[in-house]
Nanobody, 117 residues
Framework: QVQLVESGGGLVQPGESLRLSCAVS????????MGWYRQPPGAQRELVAT???????NYADSVKGRFTISRENAKNTVFLQMNSLKPEDTAVYYC???????????WGQGTQVTVAS
């Protein structure tokens, strides 16, 4: 059974940084892509960033230049470095894994990020 466990969330002030981690456990043949989504209070879940197996990255316009997604393949771990955080970044952040060749989605349980003075 594949499990994703996020960590690194918390309460920070505007302008500060956080680094989220997502560790994958369980048996999986191969990873097609991994990514981060977030769900702000009262809003729908939205894309933050993705990284494909070949390393290609994609970011939401709202986080470009501030957030960086990276991956440690040997440990099946994905990271999200978040700099210059803003109050509008407040959300529950979810890790996503898309496996290959079934393209099935696996989600983590989420980690809360709160940006407030």
């Amino acid at each position: 059974q594949v499990q994703l466990v996020e960590s690194g969330g918390g309460l920070v002030q505007p302008g500060e940084s956080l680094r989220l981690s997502c560790a994958v456990s369980g048996s999986i043949f191969s990873i097609y892509a991994m990514g981060w989504y977030r769900q702000p209070p009262g809003a729908q879940r939205e894309l933050v960033a993705t990284i494909a197996s070949g390393g290609t990255t994609n970011y939401a316009d709202s986080v470009k230049g501030r957030f960086t997604i990276s991956r440690e393949n040997a440990k099946n771990t994905v990271f999200l470095q978040m700099n210059s955080l803003k109050p509008e970044d407040t959300a529950v952040y979810y890790c996503l894994l898309v496996d290959w060749p079934t393209y099935r989605d696996y989600w983590g349980q989420g980690t809360q990020v709160t940006v407030a003075s």
